[in-house]
């Protein structure tokens, strides 16, 4: 079709859903322009936007909490606990005995835009080791070289960029090799985008005369993203079975855990479709996740959506009753992604968020940079599709397993505070100094019983505290020391 007929196509389509603008300065657009913003269009929804502007701009969807909520049931990450005896053991040789059959991937999600932590490029660029200031990428690819010494096998790693920062991240890896990784083991797909709304009348915002403004469909986009980028195909052809969900700005986090791989895989209650880790929460007003049992079956209910009062209940031994706190960790079958991925009766729901979207003003095509939210985004959530696995009603579900914070959960979101470079440091640290004092090093702590010094433990050094166990390490670590091992 030429160009012309296609403009006047997509023009038609455009103005009959009231979203006609869009090609306002068209014909002002040099031609290599001219054709960028028709492609962008064509891969539109088009006819499916009013809908989406009924829904989430013109009304907001309300969440109604179902009359059956209880905590979610979790394996205790003490396995000799009073409340659930569980064999680690043997879910931890489930587990490895999968790694070393090659049917484990490490899946990360990396799409998103990072806007909290205001650092330029791909956030998993961020330098984040606690003393080497080592990229996030290269924590986490340091742990599949350890994984590929310890089971005999390269685990797979599939790497979820955005069209944002696609190429910036491939090239972030070339630039590096690969961080010593062999480049065909390493797999890289961009997740969808959606059209960025704006918030008073839900017409699609410009961010210039030939461009579309939009943003990474979330990370439940990683379900659609996987099957149509040829992942699940290669996921498919190389036996793999079971992904390792984790987030990319979370540097302790254990890329691959044989335990919960096991359990996932083999637990006797287990659909072995999607399993979640969480930790307890501190605090009642936590803002994270919980993990809750809706009519039997586990989803995550998200804490503005939990009645206060639900969440401050306690048990007789004063625990929180909801305790379990999300940390956006999973492991995922790839059978299930393929059927969400592929079956339209298992869409996740889009969730809105109100953001300020840099844009032109339609009127006069000039650039705006908000100072208040001016648009709303919408993303998916991979936790959504947890409601989506069997169980309920004595069927075998999705599971929960408890893990300890400062072990698995540094995560770096915001420049300063909660959660920031600094608490992420504080957190690496701390667990360097437990591994190390276990294996009977002595670590000079202050008052406030934290570590006077800055500790990082490599993984091609120690994977867990256990592999530290026979090595050469010093006697103490005296205060102010700053040291990578
Ligand atoms: P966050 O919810 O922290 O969002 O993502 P973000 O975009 O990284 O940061 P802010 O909110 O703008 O500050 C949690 C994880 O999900 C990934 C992120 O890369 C991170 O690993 N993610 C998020 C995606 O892969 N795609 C998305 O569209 C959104």
New binding site residues.
């Given amino acids: 079709m030429s160009e012309s007929a296609d403009r006047a196509s997509i023009h038609r389509r455009l103005e009959a859903v009231g979203q006609g603008h869009l090609l306002k300065y068209y014909d002002l657009l040099p031609p290599g322009e001219k054709q960028t913003l028709l492609s962008q269009l064509a891969g539109l929804d088009i006819e499916g936007l009013p809908a989406l502007v009924r829904d989430y701009v013109q009304n907001k969807p309300a969440f109604v909490l179902p009359a059956d909520v209880q905590p979610a049931d979790y394996y205790p990450f003490n396995a000799d606990s009073a409340a659930r005896k569980w064999d680690k053991a043997r879910f931890r040789k489930a587990g490895e005995d999968l790694l070393r059959a090659g049917k484990v991937a490490a899946f990360?999600?990396?799409?998103?835009?990072?806007?909290?932590?205001g650092y330029e490029g791909p956030?998993?660029c961020y330098p984040a080791g606690a003393v080497t200031e080592r990229p996030l990428f290269e924590m986490f690819a340091d742990q599949l070289l350890a994984v590929k010494r310890k089971y005999g096998r390269a685990a797979p790693w599939y790497i979820?960029?955005?069209p944002l920062n696609h190429s910036a991240t491939v090239a972030f890896f070339e630039q590096h090799a690969y961080f010593g990784l062999d480049p065909k083991d390493v797999k890289f797909f961009p997740?969808g985008v959606m059209p960025s709304l704006d918030i008073k009348t839900g017409k699609v915002l410009l961010a210039a005369k030939g461009e579309i403004a939009t943003?990474?469909?979330?990370?439940g986009?990683?379900i659609k993203a996987i099957c149509v980028s040829g992942a699940l195909a290669d996921m498919k052809q190389r036996g793999v079975e079971h992904l390792s969900y984790?987030?990319?700005?979370?540097p302790t986090v254990k890329v691959v855990d044989p335990v919960f791989i096991g359990l996932h895989a083999a637990a006797p209650d287990s659909s072995a479709q999607m399993s979640s880790k969480m930790t307890p929460k501190a605090y009642p007003e936590e803002k994270v996740g919980i993990f809750c049992k809706i009519n039997g079956k586990t989803e995550v209910v998200e804490y503005s959506d939990l009645p206060m009062d639900l969440q401050r209940q306690t048990l007789p031994d004063g625990s929180l009753r909801f305790i379990a706190g999300s940390i956006?960790i999973h492991i995922i079958s790839v059978a299930f992604i393929e059927k969400l991925g592929t079956d339209p009766a298992f869409s996740l729901p889009y969730h809105r968020a109100e953001k300020k979207v840099p844009c032109i003003d339609i009127e006069t095509g000039e650039p705006i940079n908000p100072t208040t939210n001016n648009g709303v985004k919408l993303?998916r959530f991979?936790f959504d599709a947890l409601g989506m696995c069997e169980g309920g009603n004595g069927k075998k579900g999705s599971i929960v397993y408890e893990t300890d914070r400062v072990e698995e959960f540094a995560?770096i979101?915001?420049a300063e505070g909660v959660d920031s470079p600094q608490t992420s440091r504080e957190l690496q640290t701390e667990r360097a100094a437990r591994w190390l004092e276990r294996a009977g090093v002595k670590v000079a702590r202050g008052a406030d019983g934290k570590p006077q010094g800055v500790l990082e433990i490599r993984a091609t050094t120690a994977l867990e505290a256990e592999d530290l166990m026979g090595q050469k390490l010093p006697t103490e670590i005296a205060a102010g020391t700053s040291m990578v091992l």
């Fill in positions: 990360v999600v990396a799409g998103g835009q990072g806007s909290r932590l956030k998993g979820m960029t955005s997740q943003n990474p469909d979330g990370h986009g990683a984790f987030q990319v700005d979370n956006a993303e991979v995560p979101k915001n």
